[in-house]
Structure formats: structure tokens, C-alpha cells
């Protein structure tokens, strides 16, 4: 138990902070589109990157070494791109305010997002891979049980704000708390992105 508790809290801790992952997310759940799919998606990736982590974080760095900086260039691109879509949603205002309007994602596209904000953003390999793995390394044959932990505390945290998210409909029913949102995850998107360009 000792050994599962410890890894739902490090798993908590490391997803709790808003990032692109969890800004989709919560978009998503205000939204009401895609819900189930969207936090499921998310709560699977980060499952199957924590048993890489504690299973077999050191074997796959070693089998390609350079998957680090091929994401960590390709999610920078990424995030520059998605955070001038988000800012220029914010400046022209209104396009997303009625989730009903018609120009909600597909299922496909939002899904395609949601991979991209995850797979793309080295930060998840280093906090699931790499920090994760290294934890669940102190607990030996426990090591299974810290990584059901881990995966618990993501599918209870992605669900819990994408279908939490809907308890905030009131405030974005106007237009220009849509407009705050899709600055602030822009300004989320950048700096995320000059944290990997520079490398801190």
C-alpha cells in the first residue's frame, strides 16, 4: 500500500500543474465535446509511458538515443503553432463561445490533438519516463505496485477536469471568459515552448 499511495501522489504531483495536456483538457470538458475520449486518451498515454518508465526507461534510451531531442524539437514546433491558434481565438473572440455552433472538432481531430499535446511534449518523458522510473526504483519488487499508483492518480486527475470542467459552464457562457482562456493557454503553449527550446 505504502508503495501505491506514494506513486498516486507522485503521479498527482507531476500532472497537476496547468500545461498544453491539461489546457486541451479542460477546453474539451467546457466544451462537453469529446469528453470521455479526450481524458481517456490522456489517462492511457500516460499509463503506458509510466510502465516505460518503470519497466524499461534505461533499455529504451539506450535503443535510441536520440528520441529526446527529435521530440523535444518537434513538440517546440508544435506548441509554437497551437499557441497562435489559441491566441488568435482570443483576440477575434466568440468563435468558441457556443459549444453548439457547430464548429466543434471531430472526434478524429480532437483525438489527433490531444496525441500531439502528449507525445509530442518531451517534459511527459521526462516527468513519466525518466523521473517516475527513477523513483519507482527505490521500491524494488514493489516497483508494480508505485507504477499502479502512478497510473491511477492520472486517470483520476484527467477525468476528474475534463468532466469537472463542466461545473464552470456558467462563467464561460460569456464570451469574454472564452477569450481569457485562449490567451492564457496560449501564453501556456509558448512558454512550455521556450522552456524546450532553451532547455530549461
Known amino acids: 500500500m505504502h508503495a501505491t499511495f506514494t506513486g498516486f501522489i507522485t503521479g498527482l504531483s507531476l500532472i497537476l500543474a496547468i500545461g498544453a495536456q491539461n489546457a486541451f483538457v479542460l477546453r474539451q470538458g467546457l466544451k462537453k465535446s469529446h469528453v ?76 489527433a490533438t490531444c496525441l500531439a499535446l502528449t507525445w509530442l511534449n518531451p517534459h511527459v518523458y521526462l516527468d513519466t519516463v525518466v523521473l517516475v522510473g527513477a523513483i519507482s526504483a527505490d521500491f524494488g519488487p514493489e516497483r508494480g505496485n508505485f507504477a499502479l499508483g502512478a497510473i491511477s492518480a492520472s486517470f483520476v486527475f484527467f477525468f476528474a477536469l475534463a468532466y469537472g470542467a463542466r461545473l464552470l459552464a456558467p462563467v ?27 532547455g530549461v
Not at 464561460?172 to 532553451?198: N, T
Open 36 to 111: 470521455f475520449a479526450v481524458a481517456l486518451t490522456c489517462a492511457a498515454s500516460d499509463a503506458i509511458l509510466i510502465a516505460v518508465g518503470v519497466f524499461a526507461s534505461a533499455k529504451v534510451s539506450e535503443a535510441f538515443p536520440l528520441i529526446l531531442p527529435v521530440m523535444r524539437w518537434g513538440g517546440v514546433a508544435f506548441l509554437v503553432v497551437y499557441g497562435a491558434r489559441a491566441a488568435r481565438a482570443a483576440y477575434r473572440g466568440g468563435g468558441h463561445l457556443d459549444p453548439a455552433d457547430g464548429k466543434v472538432q471531430t472526434l478524429g481531430a480532437a483525438l
Open 172 to 198: 464561460f457562457a460569456r464570451e469574454v471568459s472564452w477569450r481569457v482562456l485562449d490567451g492564457l493557454i496560449a501564453v501556456v503553449m509558448w512558454l512550455i515552448a521556450f522552456k524546450l527550446a532553451s
